[in-house]
């Protein structure tokens, strides 16, 4: 079964962009509302926030935040192992 992915209206890839431009906390700022929007749509562990974990947890680890940047990389590797496994 597919699942819809929404986006707000307007999307551009916005925190991609002002990564690119040299701003690194908007864009991690950008993240962490989507992360949070996305967990209350498809709820705390649907593997189509895997996507949004990997982009927060790249973000810290550009600011230097390795720590919270392997905790988030491994809540994304738990969501896409179980959307492997269990089909």
């Not at 992915?5 to 002002?18: D, Q, S």
């Not at 189509?48 to 988030?72: F, R, W």
């Amino acid at each position: 079964m597919k699942q819809t992915v929404y986006r707000l209206p307007g999307y551009t890839g916005l925190p991609e962009n002002m990564q690119m431009q040299g701003n690194i906390m908007k864009p991690l700022d950008s993240f962490l509302v989507s992360l949070e929007l996305r967990k209350r749509f498809y709820g705390e562990k649907n593997n189509i926030l895997a996507g949004t974990y990997m982009a927060v947890g790249t973000n810290y680890k550009n600011i230097g935040k390795y720590d919270l940047a392997l905790k988030i990389y491994l809540n994304c590797r738990k969501l896409i192992y179980k959307q492997i496994w269990e089909k």
